[in-house]
């Protein structure tokens, strides 16, 4: 167990919901952990076994009846000795407990993300198990749900473990080669041997990285924005999705001008769906300042809903996709498909395109083909379970980074015009970067960051 100040404190907190609750979890975890047990009086416990009894306070009245269970470690979510009191969820059950183990020498209550933080020093998880439990305890779909399991279960470490096993074989292989070769008998086949395995290993890699950001996506929801002339209906569409009046609508044109933003479950999916400003030439300043904020919404989407009324054919408004390869996808989406029939005779109507979807929030009409293409572009439902489960998603841009400059490592690792003894440099650089992802090497600036995301208790 690594012996830092880091561990020198017992820590406790409440693990669980807010007061009042049917039960409330204290946790506690640290070296001194078992005298938790003598303070309350609690008389035996066989390790990893509910045992029902009365914590007494000092004089020896009652505190409250509990479930007490020991983990001495290093068998433990931490590594270290804990202790966890299933209490009765009030606040001065954990009030009496709390005060009495505040009392303790060298005892303190846990900061945001400690015992996960211990786990992950004691080599209980690995940093992408760690980031997969807190995307599971934030958790609002089931995609999310899954995904972030299937993370805190290893999925990523196992891979990117076997992928960076890997490279220290063939570093290995490699030195012990050129030890061999200072006796004038250079085995040819080694320069050849880096090269196959580095640029095999960065195809794996780039097919990962591959992956049309869904793990992201499934974890950050898939982003959304409604762009269209005024009146085309995007507060409309908005309104019928979220099937609450989010936004306001009315028949004059240019009504919205910020950008409204929704979270919507569509599917299991996490949608983050923005209704924007009408799109048109304009003098009033507010109209031209949410127009701006309109397009920069939309270039920062996964998907654009470019809309236009059946009333006025061709008037889908994009910002000039075509000259820009950045812009994000676009799905045309042609509205106030009600107004088709009452009026096909007047000629000016136009009928559904082969690449739109044809949607009316009057009579519902194509709401669900709408729904079925966002989920179809998010493309979430069975990613992550079945076969997938074994082709696991990257779920953060931390991840791309480093799984990027392993690639750009192992090109040169495979580029033959280099010295062999720089090659195998790249090796490492490779390797270092699957490592940082994992949390083994160099990562003290960012852990930080990580374990105060979570909530105090974990
Ligand atoms: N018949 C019909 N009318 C619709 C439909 N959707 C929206 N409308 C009407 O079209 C008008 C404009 O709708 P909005 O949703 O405010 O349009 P918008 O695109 O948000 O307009 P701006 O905010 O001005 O850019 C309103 O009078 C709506 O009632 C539809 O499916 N069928
Ligand atoms: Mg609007």
């Known amino acids: 167990m690594a012996d830092t100040a880091l561990f020198r404190d017992t820590i406790f907190a409440l693990a669980s919901g807010a007061t009042p609750s049917g039960v409330a979890v204290v ?16 008389k035996q416990t066989v390790p990893r076994r509910a045992h029902l009894t009365v914590l007494s306070n000092s004089d020896g009245d009652p505190i409250d ?21 299933h209490l009765h969820g009030s606040a001065a059950v954990l009030n009496a407990v709390f005060q009495q183990l505040g009392t303790l020498r060298n005892w303190r209550m846990a900061e945001p993300g400690e015992f996960a933080r211990r786990a992950f020093e004691n080599g209980k998880m690995d940093l992408t198990e760690i980031e997969g439990l807190g995307d599971l305890l934030a958790a609002q779909t089931e995609s999310q749900r899954r995904q972030a399991l299937s993370q805190y279960s290893g999925s990523l470490r196992t891979l990117y473990d076997s992928w960076r096993q890997s490279l220290l074989i063939l570093r290995a292989s490699v030195e012990a080669d050129f030890d061999f070769s200072d006796e004038e008998d250079v085995p040819g086949s080694v320069a050849e041997y880096v090269s196959e395995d580095a640029l095999s290993l960065a195809r794996q890699i780039e097919q990962h990285l591959n992956d049309g950001r869904r793990g992201e996506i499934i974890r950050n929801g898939l982003r959304v924005v409604l762009i269209g002339l005024p009146n085309a209906g995007k507060s409309s569409l908005l309104n019928a999705l979220a099937q609450k009046d989010v936004a306001i609508v009315t028949e004059i044109p240019g009504t919205t001008r910020d950008v409204l933003t929704v979270s919507l479950n569509l599917g299991d999916q996490l949608v983050i769906l923005s209704d924007t400003a009408g799109l048109r030439e304009s003098e009033d300043t507010i109209e031209q300042e949410g127009m701006r904020r309109a397009e920069e919404a939309a270039r920062q989407a996964d998907l654009v809903l470019s809309l236009c009324p059946a009333d006025q054919p061709g008037s889908h408004v994009v910002f000039d996709p075509e000259s820009d390869t950045n812009f994000p996808p676009v799905l045309k989406v042609r509205t106030k498909y009600d107004l088709i029939d009452t009026a096909r005779t007047g000629g000016t109507f136009e009928v559904e395109a082969a690449d739109e979807i044809g949607v009316s929030i009057k009579d519902g009409r194509g709401l669900d083909a709408l729904i079925a293409a966002l989920i179809r572009f998010g493309s979430v439902s069975d990613l992550t379970s079945g076969e997938n489960r074994n082709n696991p998603l990257i779920t953060r841009t931390r991840h791309r980074l480093a799984l990027q400059s392993c690639v750009e490592s192992l090109t040169q690792a495979g580029d033959d015009h280099l010295p062999l003894e720089i090659r195998v440099e790249y090796l490492r650089t490779a390797s270092d970067a699957l490592g940082q992802i994992l949390g083994r090497i160099d990562v003290e600036d960012i852990l930080g960051h990580i374990f105060s995301e979570f909530c105090i208790g974990k």
Do not use: C, K, M, Y
Not at 29 to 36: E, L
Not at 65 to 84: C, I, K, M, R, Y
């Open 65 to 85: 009846q509990a479930l007490v269970f020991w983990f001495p470690g290093p068998a433990s979510f931490t590594g270290e000795d804990v202790v966890e009191f």
């Open 27 to 42: 946790r506690i975890s640290g070296r001194d952990a078992a005298s938790a047990l003598e303070v309350f009086h609690v």
